[in-house]
């Protein structure tokens, strides 16, 4: 399994951005984002590092909501 560190609004409960409130979802998006793909070169290497010791294995993969991200930059 892959994890990596996201904002949400149990990480990130402030929701004033520039003196206006708006949804915590907007400001925590972008970074969170930000952050998988940035991960990626990471989970590419894990991939590897898999993929080197079980070189006759499949390797799949299911990822969910910001692990879409994560994935499709990994795999790019």
Same mark, same amino acid.
């Given at each position: 399994?892959?994890?990596?560190?996201?904002?949400?609004?149990?990480?990130?409960?402030?929701?004033?951005?520039?003196?206006?409130?708006?949804?915590?979802?907007?400001?925590?998006? $972008?970074?969170?984002?930000?952050?998988?793909?940035?991960?990626?070169?990471?989970?590419?290497?894990?991939?590897?590092?898999?993929?080197? $010791?079980?070189? $006759?294995?499949?390797?799949?993969?299911?990822?969910?909501?910001?692990? $879409?991200?994560?994935?499709?930059?990994?795999?790019?």
């Amino acid at each position: 399994a892959l994890r990596w560190p996201t904002h949400s609004v149990d990480t990130d409960p402030s929701t004033s951005l520039f003196g206006f409130d708006v949804p915590v979802d907007v400001l925590t998006f $972008n970074r969170s984002e930000h952050i998988a793909l940035k991960s990626a070169p990471a989970a590419r290497d894990f991939f590897l590092a898999l993929r080197s $010791n079980r070189p $006759n294995h499949t390797i799949s993969v299911a990822a969910h909501s910001m692990g $879409n991200v994560l994935m499709m930059e990994t795999l790019r």
